[in-house]
């Protein structure tokens, strides 16, 4: 069903947060439907879990949750931290040369 | 060949759109809105425990008890939940039973919504816009392109499913199956029968 692990694990924190009653169902589809529904959207629905995480992004950060810039630093972070992290050890936030943590 | 210089064959990487989902997942975990280890539970849930299979149960069961069919007609919210299999989303089940004068087709005109507890994860095509919209503009059309081809006679009706009401087809029970138990009726039962994209499968 997934062909990469973001996927799923995009989809699954969509799941557990509605659990925990930050937001309804309802606002969820209408986010991903403004997604789906955009001109740019791939015909064959191969970009339908991107559509899916910019609808998550969208509405973390209309209810405050992460704001697009934070996701931009930290999305940076592990990008440098997976090019520091030696082929077969686990990626590690912590591995992030710049870390100012 | 060896490598240029340039390349550091020890280098991970992240491509954008995962780095992205593991960024979201640090900032809600920091925060306390999500925790990593239910995170991994709903994504194996999903994978491997929930699917198809349970659609097929609920369906076999309507086949081989009248009692179970005609709940699943008045309540099947409350009929599928008494089976085990409860949505998630805190949405609505409604069963639509395929009949000789009508077949069911179920879409997502909206996005993709889908009944999850008793289907699992949509596939790719249910998803994709050409279904989305064609299904309601032809949809004799898309189901020959399933390879479905109904009488001419034979009504459609299409479903489009919301966030708060999600479809499921009761294809017809084929024939050659009386005395059959439901395990065995299930096996019959196939996902695309049980969106309307298909018919049960033939008594072999």
């Known amino acids: 069903m ?28 209408e986010r991903l439907s403004a997604e789906v529904k ?31 810039d934070e996701v931009d630093a930290v999305a940076a972070a592990w990008e440098r931290a997976a090019h520091a992290t030696p082929h077969g050890r686990p990626i590690l936030l912590e591995n992030d040369p710049e870390s100012v943590l | 060949m060896s490598h240029d210089h340039h390349h550091h064959d020890h280098d991970n990487e992240l491509d954008p759109m995962a780095a992205r989902v593991r960024a979201l997942e640090t900032i809600l975990t920091r925060k306390g809105l999500i925790d990593p280890a239910a995170i991994d539970v709903i994504v194996d849930t999903y994978e491997t425990k929930i699917g198809p299979r349970n659609g ?19 309540d099947a919210t409350a009929a599928i939940a008494s089976l ?46 050409p279904y989305r919209s064609r299904a309601v503009i032809d ?14 006679d034979k009504k ?25 138990s439901a395990e065995k009726l299930a096996d019959l039962v196939t996902r695309d029968s049980m969106i309307g994209t298909g018919l049960a499968r033939e008594a072999a």
């Open chain 1, 2 to 29: 997934f062909s990469e692990p973001w996927q799923a694990e995009a989809f699954a924190m969509v799941v557990a947060l509605h659990e925990r009653g930050l937001f309804t169902w309802a606002e969820w589809a």
């Open chain 2, 139 to 152: 949809p004799r059309g898309v189901l020959e392109e399933f390879g479905v081809t109904l009488p001419k």
């Open chain 2, 56 to 74: 097929a149960r609920v369906v076999a069961r309507a086949w081989s008890d009248p009692g179970f069919a005609d709940w699943l007609k008045r």
């Open chain 2, 84 to 129: 085990g299999y409860t949505g998630r989303q805190g949405e609505h089940m409604q069963a639509v039973f395929n009949t000789d004068e009508t077949h069911n087709l179920v879409v997502c005109t909206l996005c993709s919504c889908y009944p999850w507890s008793v289907l699992g994860l949509p596939p790719v095509w249910y998803k994709a816009p």
């Open chain 1, 38 to 68: 955009k001109p740019d959207a791939a015909s064959d629905g191969s970009d339908y879990y991107g559509c899916w995480l910019a609808a998550l992004e969208r509405l973390m950060a209309e209810k405050g949750f992460a704001g697009h």
């Open chain 2, 156 to 180: 459609i009706r299409v479903w489009d499913s919301t966030a708060e009401l999600r479809y499921l087809v009761v294809p017809q029970r084929p024939g050659g199956t009386d005395g059959w």
